[in-house]
T-cell receptor, first 114, second 114 residues
């Protein structure tokens, strides 16, 4: 049963600390998306990759957020330094080519910054 | 730019009753339309999608949706709701003209009473 995995599932950290979230896309999928979900803003697209290359990260606060794909099986989202307003659930999703449009979501990382 | 409106933040139904969740989109050409479901603590799961052809689309878990171009709507329906259907439902639209990135609505929370 292929699925997207995310670690950690929950993270509580203090303001100013670095946070790294990891995602393993479904094997063979070549597009990866990062979303942030909050009650106030709903589901926001932060960044996405195709074949490990970043295509769009305009949804991310550039000064503190960074997203990378070190290899085809790992995507990372880092926040440095973290702030309380970053508290949210962060989802990774993967897909088979952009034109398939379908996205398969991971279970999310619930981040709390105190 | 494409946009999606889900007019109902919450919907409450009794178990066994029929369900209709509303979705209106804004897009100039023929859209690609999706419904996703998010169970508590989980990521989003694709229920069904419309790209072209028959405007009544069947999905998983007994759901269906009907594309009505004249009303710019893609409402989700289920004839008999089960308690396990309680979840958040998201409508999404993507442009057939090629940005490939769906825009998600704010979601409708479905509450099922016994």
């Amino acid at each position: 049963d292929a699925r997207v995995t995310q670690t950690p599932r929950h993270k509580v950290t203090e303001m100013g600390q670095e946070v790294t979230m990891r995602c393993q896309p479904i094997l063979g999928h070549n597009t990866v998306f990062w979303y942030r979900q909050t009650m106030m803003q709903g589901l926001e697209l932060l960044a996405y990759f195709r074949n490990r290359a970043p295509l769009d990260d305009s949804g991310m606060p550039k000064d503190r957020f960074s997203a990378e794909m070190p290899d085809a099986t790992l995507a990372t989202l880092k926040i440095q330094p973290s702030e309380p307003r970053d508290s949210a659930v962060y989802f990774c999703a993967s897909g088979l080519g952009l034109a398939s449009y379908e996205q398969y979501f991971g279970p999310g990382t619930r981040l709390t910054v105190t | 730019a494409q946009s999606v409106t889900q007019p109902d933040i919450h919907i409450t139904v009794s178990e066994g009753a029929s369900l209709e969740l509303r979705c209106n989109y804004s897009y100039g050409a023929t859209p690609y339309l999706f419904w996703y479901v998010q169970s508590p603590g989980q990521g989003l799961q694709l229920l069904l999608k419309y790209f072209s052809g028959d405007t009544l689309v069947q999905g998983i878990k007994g759901f269906e949706a009907e594309f009505k171009r004249s009303q710019s709507s893609f409402n989700l329906r289920k004839p008999s709701v089960h308690w396990s259907d309680a979840a958040e439902y998201f409508c999404a639209v993507a442009s057939s003209g090629g940005s490939y990135i769906p825009t998600f609505g704010r979601g409708t929370s479905l509450i099922v009473h016994p």
